[in-house]
């Protein structure tokens, strides 16, 4: 059984930093993309950032690119998201996910599996 399991969310004042973990376990992924997304109160789930497993290739959201950086450790399986001069509009859950269906990367239900997600808060 696969298992995502998200950590290193918190409490930060604007213009902090976070790295946040996305640990798998339990399998292999067939197609090596994982991707963040982040869900705040009241609005849908929004792609963050993805990234190839295999070759290391990265995409962002354009609102996040220069302050979002996304990395992976494949001796730990277990991708990273660095978050940079934080905002208050960053405040939301925060969930890594795997094994994309197919050739579309940018919306949660587009994957397998999902973690339970971290929390981020930035107060205004």
């Known amino acids: 059984q696969v298992r995502l399991v998200e950590s290193g969310g918190g409490l930060v004042q604007a213009g902090g930093s976070l790295r946040l973990s996305c640990a798998a376990s339990?399998?292999?992924?067939?197609?090596?993309?994982m991707g963040w997304f982040r869900q705040a109160p009241g609005k849908e789930n929004e792609f963050v950032a993805a990234?190839?497993?295999?070759?290391?290739?990265?995409y962002y959201a354009d609102s996040v690119k220069g302050r979002f950086t996304i990395s992976r450790d494949s001796a730990k399986n277990t991708v990273y998201l660095q978050i940079d001069i934080l905002k208050p509009e960053d405040t939301a859950v925060y969930y890594c996910?795997?094994?994309?269906?197919?050739?579309?990367?940018?919306?949660?239900?587009?994957?397998?599996?999902r973690g339970q997600g971290t929390q981020v808060t930035v107060p205004s």
């Open positions: 996910a795997a094994e994309a269906r197919g050739s579309s990367i940018y919306s949660i239900y587009d994957y397998v599996y």
């Open positions: 339990g399998g292999t992924f067939r197609r090596p993309i």
């Open positions: 990234i190839n497993w295999s070759g290391g290739a990265t």
